[in-house]
């Protein structure tokens, strides 16, 4: 099993609507929790932290659910600039940090 | 303030040809990471650094070495390039402290092996 799972997607959805994402991990050890963003040839860059309360950024929410150990990515009233590849991240803390990526999930967001 | 420059953005090599890709960062970070991104594999560690002067092999290390030549710079070299290789190549900077794991890359090299 892979330490972090993502649906690789496409995920098609019309401009407006909402779409959500999930990301499951395999090590209980994990302690912090990113969304990255990544668009075509071009590099990832940070999204948002998921923090265990959830946290809210604009149109984007993150959530943890440790007990079930997946985090998710909930977009609303999508964008066409929305479009991209959205990577999660979990990293183990302690003696140095530990960054698994996701493969990724890939949105389209279609007029 | 550049952020992560990474150089060269392309290169085409023969099997067998050596070369070093250089990355720099100028936000003072003391981790640096080099990263390889194939299709369906996702983004894999080959090597990392904690600070000036370490280094430490990550998940993909085989063919690879790298130099932490100061806190700024952080090289890749690939002695003998295969086709197992082409792919794209990420360096990033992180600072070192709890809550700041918060990945600065480069905008990547396109490296292709024939």
């Known amino acids: 099993r892979k330490e972090v799972e993502q649906d690789p997607g496409p995920f098609n959805v019309p401009e407006g609507a909402t779409v959500a994402f999930n990301c499951t991990y395999s090590n209980s050890a994990s302690q912090s929790f990113f969304w990255y963003r990544q668009d075509c040839r071009k590099e990832p860059k940070l999204l948002m932290s998921v923090y265990s309360s959830g946290n809210e950024d604009g149109r984007f929410t993150a959530q943890l659910n440790r007990a079930s150990q997946y985090i998710s990515l909930l977009i609303r009233d999508s964008k066409l600039s929305d479009s991209a590849t959205y990577l999660c991240?979990?990293?183990?803390?302690?003696?140095?940090?530990?960054?698994?990526f996701g493969t990724g999930t890939q949105l389209k967001v279609e007029l | 303030n550049a952020g992560v420059t990474q150089t060269p953005k392309f290169q085409v090599l023969k099997t067998g040809q050596s070369m070093t890709l250089q990355c720099a960062q100028d936000m003072n970070h003391n981790s640096m990471y080099w990263y390889r991104q194939d299709p369906g594999m996702g983004l894999r560690l080959i090597y990392y650094?904690?600070?000036?002067?370490?280094?430490d092999k990550g998940e993909v290390p085989n063919g690879y070495n790298v130099s932490r030549l100061n806190k700024r710079e952080f090289s890749l070299r690939l002695e003998s390039a295969a086709p197992s290789q082409t792919s794209v190549y990420f360096c990033?900077?992180?600072?070192?402290?709890?809550?700041?794991?918060?990945?600065?890359f480069g905008s990547g090299t396109q490296l292709s092996v024939l």
């Open positions: 650094s904690a600070s000036e002067g370490t280094t």
């Open positions: 991240v979990v990293i183990i803390t302690g003696g140095g940090n530990k960054l698994t």
């Open positions: 990033a900077s992180s600072e070192d402290r709890p809550g700041g794991e918060k990945l600065f």
